[in-house]
């Protein structure tokens, strides 16, 4: 094979080294950086005035050494010149308060192009957590239209450039999801009750069946990652993903989206567990979730499992169907389960359909059955680097050239 025949894997949107954690001293330097650049081919008509916002978010992360875990920042345009920093600032024209950990999903979404996006953010994080964010001030009522417009570029440029905690734990404790992970640690499994809105569920719903039909109507559709706004929101999922990182590692890529309708009668899936297996030990190579978008119930077909049996380190039994509990749960809920457990699924047992979204994560040196590397770069564009991680467009796995190792494409 030539060169010229090797395949051209997507770009990196933004290069590792101007990703920064939120609120970081890199974080701000880039705020700083993108609006001094942006201000200056303004007209000095459109920066007359003062505008001020302050944002505070508690229970930061111990390693950004904020006084008291509460990170305080400020924007200050005031006649053309900027301010960009830590602390407060007196008459604020926009005041955010927020816990650290449950903003950020705030904060590392790109909303450009995607008006509904940011509605469905906020939906859903009171839905998760209630009221997270407290705001007050005049916020943006008097602010010129250009200058605003400014301002949620800021917004999109820092998005595309966050990285989440890095602190597994931390964000584990403050996301309420501590005993989520120790459920699939001790039997195997768990399941978030209620993960999502109903109105989620309906979206998702609604964009299955535009992509059953793009596949001649068959009830399923795969490599959802690449297939539209919502499944990026899914895959990173601030729970769920927090979740998967602290079982797999913070760099955990996603092995597959994809998602089902089951007719009643079908047979689908067999008791088995997940390779690789069986030679892991108490290592945890990938974890399922399977996201209930209608009711599992009894009769639904719902994912029975055998609890504990991920310790187990081999195949089934032949009588691990006798063994298995069915894991019932409303619309809008996830199970996540390890993947040495013994799993499968019932049959349906009455009309209509079950509807699945079957997300699984892995360690990044597992090979994924979806492959990302050739993903669309727009996908990329409108998402943090949350997403370029778990199509594996991060790391260096699969990305050899004839010269070896692209070093320099990770550090532009």
Aim: a negative charge; hydrophobic letters at 35%; one cysteine or more.
């Amino acid at each position: 094979m030539s060169r010229r025949e090797l395949p051209q894997r997507t770009a990196l949107p933004v290069p590792i080294s101007e990703r920064f954690e939120f609120v970081s001293e890199g974080w701000l330097e880039s705020a700083h950086s993108f609006l001094r650049g942006k201000l200056h081919k303004l007209d000095e008509k459109l920066t007359t005035g003062r505008f001020a916002a302050v944002e505070t978010y508690t229970d930061a992360p111990p390693h950004l050494q904020c006084p008291d875990n509460v990170a305080t920042v400020h924007i200050v345009i005031e006649n053309g010149k900027l301010d960009v920093g830590y602390g407060r600032v007196a008459n604020a024209n926009l005041s955010v308060k927020g816990d650290y950990n449950r903003s950020l999903v705030i904060g590392t979404s790109v909303y450009e192009n995607l008006p509904a996006r940011r509605d469905r953010n906020q939906r859903e994080l009171q839905h998760r957590h209630g009221n997270v964010l407290e705001v007050s001030g005049s916020g943006f009522a008097n602010v010129n239209p250009e200058l605003l417009k400014l301002l949620s570029g800021l917004h999109d440029h820092l998005a595309r450039r966050t990285v989440g905690n890095p602190d597994i734990p931390h964000k584990l404790k403050h996301l309420d999801v501590e005993t989520r992970v120790s459920e699939v640690e001790e039997n195997g499994y768990t399941i978030f009750q209620n993960a999502v809105t109903d109105d989620f569920v309906e979206e998702l719903n609604d964009d299955l069946d535009r992509l059953f039909e793009e596949n001649g109507r068959r009830q399923v559709a795969a490599m959802l990652l690449s297939r539209g706004p919502l499944w990026e929101e899914i895959a990173t999922h601030p729970q769920i993903h927090a979740a998967a990182q602290y079982l797999l590692g913070a760099d955990c890529n996603l092995g597959q989206s994809i998602a089902f309708r089951k007719p009643k009668g079908a047979d689908t899936h067999q008791i088995h567990n997940d390779p690789p297996h069986p030679h892991t030990g108490e290592l945890c190579c990938n974890v399922t979730t399977v996201w209930a978008l209608s009711d599992f119930d009894e009769d639904a077909g719902p994912t029975i499992v055998v609890p504990g049996s991920h310790k187990e380190n081999r195949v089934p039994d032949q009588d691990a169907k006798s063994r298995a509990i069915k894991l019932t749960m409303p619309k809008g809920s996830v199970a996540m389960w390890h993947g040495s457990l013994w799993h499968g699924a019932a049959i349906r047992e009455r009309d209509g359909e079950r509807t699945s979204l079957h997300n699984t994560y892995l360690r990044n040196w597992v090979r994924t059955w979806d492959n990302y590397l050739e993903i669309d770069p727009a996908i990329l564009e409108r998402n943090s680097p949350t997403l370029t991680t778990l199509a594996g467009i991060d790391d260096l796995y699969g990305k050899n050239t004839y010269d070896g190792i692209d070093f320099k494409r990770l550090a532009a």
